[in-house]
């Protein structure tokens, strides 16, 4: 498709963006549907330069770890242990953008789209998530959403468990009154501690310590503070409907790293970030298919480490490989398919010594 082509797609072309990506997230669900689900929430920017791209002003982005002239968006994944991708996404629009009438009309965005922050978009889009049938989740996140007290009290009306990060001063309940995270953590005994994992990483499993305070709220339901600790302290914000071990959340508090992984593997293989697109519907349209390119390499990841043993010696399949072997097969030079498998192959059993020795050199470290 040409540069005229893709432009009269994104913008003059007639189709639903919002369609799509209701197709997308139920594309998502049925390839990796498992029983231990968690919606992950975050936010990612994109730098930009000027003033006339959607949404865009000097605002903190993670991307750049500081202030920058950027475009900030909310997303919400979809994780299981069969694989993760992206399902949703709002554009986030700074109230000098809605205060505008004229530079919101030049931008293209609806009357009805108003200001709305960041929790109140992920919000948005985990009620779009439970209406479409999502079965008893888990939802993780960071601060930005941990801290926001509606976000907490509608997850709980609607019984959905939750894993959120919350600030080292964030104010708990407690029996004798309200008290700071880090304070609260302070007053574990030692035997309150556990050794556990939060999943595997790329350099082997990530063992921390971990310990729960319990928070009093007159309501339905079991809450904690979960303690984490590697030198640091971190803290979450915990809700289920029914008791649940605290191995069960770990795991949930780990996940969330998850969806780093989408960012990643969303902008390096679909080119999440690479739009030179200016409005409002432009942006929607390319955000989507780029999300949906992505789920076509997850959904292909989990098909064949399901149905194909891995090989020995070799890592899984993962998203980046098998965009490797399509971009390969599409080329237009003419070389055996076997060179292209091989290469492959070379490509996984590097990557497993690799792994091999971070693991080793984690389980020495432990020692």
């Known amino acids: ?34 029983e ?13 330069k000027g003033t006339a791209t959607v949404g865009v002003q000097r605002q903190y982005t993670g991307t750049a770890g500081r202030i920058e002239n950027s475009q900030v968006a909310v997303y ?8 993760h991708a ?18 919101c009309r030049s931008a293209g965005i609806p009357e009805e789209a108003g200001f709305a922050t960041k929790p109140a978009l992920a919000l948005r889009m985990i009620n779009r998530t439970l209406d479409a049938g999502v079965h008893e989740p888990w939802v993780a996140a960071d601060e930005v959403y941990g801290g926001n007290p509606q976000l907490r009290d509608t997850l709980e009306d609607r019984q959905v468990g939750y894993v959120l990060a919350v600030a ?25 501690w556990q050794r556990l994992s939060a999943g595997a990483g790329a350099k082997g499993s990530r063992h921390y310590d971990w310990a729960l305070a319990d928070i009093l709220v ?10 984490r600790s590697n030198g640091e302290l971190a803290f979450y914000r915990c809700y289920s409907a029914a008791t649940v071990p605290l191995t069960k959340l770990v795991r949930v508090a780990g996940r ?19 739009h030179q697109v200016r ?51 599409a080329a237009t030079a003419v070389r055996p398919g076997g060179h292209r498998l091989s290469w492959s192959d070379w490509r996984r059993r590097h990557q497993a010594r690799s792994r091999a020795c971070h693991y080793q050199r984690q389980a020495a470290h432990q020692r």
């Open 279 to 329: 409005r409002w519907t432009s942006w929607h349209r390319w955000v989507t298919l780029a999300m949906l390119a992505h789920a076509f390499l997850a959904a292909s990841t989990a098909h064949e480490r399901a149905h194909r043993p891995t090989p020995h010696g070799l890592i899984p399949l993962t998203c980046n490989e098998i965009k490797h072997l399509f971009t390969a097969l």
């Open 218 to 227: 007159d309501r339905p339901g079991h809450r904690h503070l979960l303690n």
């Open 76 to 83: 919400v994944a979809y994780s299981s242990p069969r694989g």
């Open 36 to 48: 231990d689900v968690v919606l992950v929430v975050d936010e990612t920017g994109d730098l930009k």
């Open 168 to 192: 080292r001063d964030h104010q708990i309940p407690t029996r004798a009154g309200k008290v700071r995270a880090d304070a609260l953590a302070k007053t574990l005994p030692k035997r309150a």
């Open 256 to 274: 969330r790293w998850t969806i780093e992984e989408i960012f990643q593997a969303t902008k390096s293989l679909a080119g999440l970030d690479e």
């Open 86 to 103: 992206a399902i949703d996404r709002e554009l986030y629009v700074p109230r000098s953008w809605t205060t505008d009438e004229d530079r």
């Open 1 to 34: 498709m040409g540069s005229y082509g893709l432009q009269h797609l994104l913008s003059r072309a007639k189709w639903d963006a919002d369609a799509v990506r209701d197709d997308l997230r139920n594309f998502v669900i049925e390839q990796l549907d498992d």
